[in-house]
């Protein structure tokens, strides 16, 4: 049977497996052996890794997140107020250690900033889903490194999403609607009523039925504490019928009774006062006047743990999938065989190289079809050019001829110029000589006879 699973392809060492196991038989042991301890192994491994705990708190500015977290973990944590004039959604992270007994809890705050402050809320969501997606994409790559450190990596992703609802006594705000609706598939989504003291018990009890009627009626899927397991089954499942969870938040300690209390105390009448306590307050661990001991047993006491495993399982499960896919991983082929990675990255490989052909071949044909218009282009040019030559030396010929039939006519006026001129001198000349003559005969005349007067 051995010979053959190794022989065989993947799909045979699979049956292999499967009919190990099927064959499995009980078998009773003699003694002790001392694998019962495994449970207390895990627990020891556990707490001496350490825990981790991410809670995203999205909500409207000044709706009390921070007072509540501060309330929930029972210390201060740091955070400064936001303004209400934030042009965006923004997301402030803080990392803190925390201490109980000998477990250490790594907690990371994620809260909203500017939420609900803009005029257009369209994309309110986004930075959230991002934010979300962001640390599913880190742990995703951390996984899918050769040298993979994830026992010591830090598990950003957000367990739980406490989503903050406005104590208006109306109905959810399409806001929070869009919102929840857009992170249901990334998160658990843990609604509660904020600032609860602002809203009367009848009113709440009507407002709590709106809401979950309005989740209902829009599809969206907020986390449901688990009732599998028969020990707490019960609480959980009472617990569920109790959501969304109206809260009050605070960090000031009032004298209750003999005990200190964290406690709202107002400075009006008309809210019932705790007891023993002369003015009018709302103590916050008191059930009867908020679930806030509800939130903080099933968000921390009882299901931290399911939170954690759900995240794993479910939300980044899909995202992890849904990405794998996108880059072209599958298990089956499309006959249902199964898919190696091998085989994956060898169909990825050709599908990519035969996309660099194509691109390569369609760059060519461009190149090709560019060089051709260029010459095209040059070829246009230069008879351009040649035209525009041919006119210019028959301009430059007219130019010449006319010049030349101007020279001619300038020669001609010049040689009948010369002519007239040497016509003009012989004349004088010829005047020039009978003149002379004249004299001559004068002169004569004057010398055979000094007293003959020539004047
Ligand atoms: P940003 O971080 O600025 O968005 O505000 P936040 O949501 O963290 O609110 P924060 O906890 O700073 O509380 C804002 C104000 O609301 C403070 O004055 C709190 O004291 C008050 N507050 C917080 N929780 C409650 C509550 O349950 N009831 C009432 N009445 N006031 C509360
Ligand atoms: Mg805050």
Redesign the pocket.
């Known amino acids: 049977m051995e010979a053959e699973a190794n022989s065989g392809s993947l799909e045979d060492s699979w049956a292999f497996i499967q009919s190990l196991g099927e064959g499995c038989r009980t078998v009773p042991l003699a003694g002790h052996v001392g694998f019962d301890s495994l449970p207390d192994q895990l627990v020891n491994k556990s707490v001496t890794q350490g825990f981790c705990f991410n809670i995203l708190?999205v909500?409207?500015?000044?709706?009390?997140?921070?007072?509540?977290m501060?309330t929930l973990f029972n210390t201060k944590f740091e955070?400064?107020?936001?303004t209400h004039t934030q042009p965006g959604v923004q997301l402030r992270s803080n990392t803190y250690d925390l201490q109980e007994s000998n477990v250490g809890l790594k907690l990371t705050i994620v809260?909203?900033?500017g939420?609900g402050d803009q005029i257009n809320k369209e994309d309110s969501y986004k930075p959230i889903v991002e934010f979300i997606d962001a640390q599913f994409e880190a742990y995703l790559q951390e996984e899918l490194k050769i040298r993979r450190v994830l026992h010591a990596y830090h598990d950003s992703r957000i367990h739980v999403c406490l989503y903050?609802i406005a104590p208006t006594g109306h109905s959810l705000k399409s806001l929070d609607l869009v919102t929840m609706k857009k992170l249901d598939s990334k998160v658990n989504i843990i609604p509660i009523i904020?600032?609860?003291?602002?809203i009367s018990k009848s009113e709440l009890t009507k407002f709590k039925i709106k809401i979950t009627s309005e989740l209902v009626s829009n599809g969206v899927q907020i986390y449901q504490f688990p009732t599998d397991d028969e020990s707490v089954a019960e609480i959980n499942g009472t617990m569920n019928a109790h959501l969304p969870f109206a809260?009050?938040?605070?960090t000031e300690e009032l004298k209750i009774g003999n005990k200190m209390m964290k406690a709202?105390q107002y400075p009006w009448g008309t809210v019932q006062a705790c007891f023993h306590y002369p003015l009018p307050c709302h103590a916050v661990e008191n059930e009867a006047h908020c679930d806030f001991v509800k939130l903080r047993e099933m968000l921390i006491r009882v299901n931290m743990e399911d939170l954690r495993e759900q995240t794993h399982s479910r939300h980044y499960e899909l995202y992890r999938r849904c990405k794998l896919e996108e880059m072209g991983f599958k298990d089956t082929d499309p006959d249902s065989k199964p898919f190696s990675l091998q085989e994956t990255y060898e169909a990825k490989r050709n599908e990519f190289l035969g996309e660099l052909q194509k691109k390569e071949e369609e760059m060519r044909q461009m190149f090709v079809q560019r060089v051709k218009e260029k010459e095209a282009e040059l070829k246009e040019a230069e008879k351009e050019l040649h035209e525009k030559f041919d006119r210019l030396k028959k301009l430059h010929q007219d130019e010449k001829k006319k010049l030349e039939d101007k020279k001619k006519s300038l020669d001609d006026e010049v040689n009948a110029f010369k002519q007239r001129k040497t016509a003009a001198e012989l004349l004088q000349s010829q005047g020039s000589q009978a003149g002379g003559s004249q004299t001559l005969k004068r002169d004569k005349e004057k010398k055979n006879n000094p007293w003959l007067c020539t004047e």
Not at 60 to 65: A, I, V, W
Not at 79 to 82: N, T, V
């Open positions: 708190c909500g409207e500015t000044g709706l009390g997140k921070s007072t509540l501060d955070g400064e107020p936001a809260s909203t900033v939420f903050f904020a600032k609860s003291d602002a809260v009050i938040g605070s709202r």
